[in-house]
């Protein structure tokens, strides 16, 4: 493994998205690229996710962002062909058309942690691996948690 590969890997651990159950979404995030929101003086965080030419796939795949909250995010369409983002949002997704060569932008509010998951249902294109997720870490807030025992993890 490179350097580069070890990273990945470890942060897939730390994320939890390394124990996929072999299902097809997890094997295409395991292939995808990881990149990290930023995060603004207002608390507000933005990032760019984009299609490249000839890649039915977004980058990055996996979208990470320190804690829930407002996200910025621009969606750049590099490809010869037209696609599209649906996208998570407390209360409405989001849905941009990203024709050919074309941009867009969408305001999101993920407030609590998760893994949440975005694609193009346009065609194929989900079954041809434009789907990736963002994941929010951080902590449920306590009025938020379920009271329940701890449970057994695999």
């Not at 193009?120 to 951080?138: F, K, M, Q």
Request: proline share 7%; charged share 25%.
């Amino acid at each position: 493994m490179t350097t580069s590969a070890q990273e990945r890997a470890d942060l897939l651990s730390e994320l939890g998205l390394d124990g996929q159950n072999k299902a097809a979404i997890g094997r295409m995030l395991g292939t995808g690229s990881i990149g990290r929101a930023t995060e603004r003086a207002d608390g507000r965080m933005a990032a760019t996710i984009r299609i490249r030419p000839d890649e039915i796939g977004w980058d990055p795949g996996i979208l990470v962002l320190p804690h829930g909250g407002d996200l910025e995010l621009e969606l750049i369409n590099d490809d010869l062909n037209t696609h599209c983002a649906l996208l998570p949002s407390n209360g409405d997704r989001k849905f941009i058309w990203l024709v050919n060569h074309s941009r867009g932008r969408a305001t999101l509010n993920l407030d609590g942690p998760g893994c949440y998951w975005y694609s193009s249902p346009t065609g194929n294109d989900e079954g041809r691996g434009l789907t990736g997720a963002i994941v929010v870490l951080g902590d449920v807030p306590p009025e938020a948690r379920l009271d329940r025992p701890d449970q057994p993890r695999p």
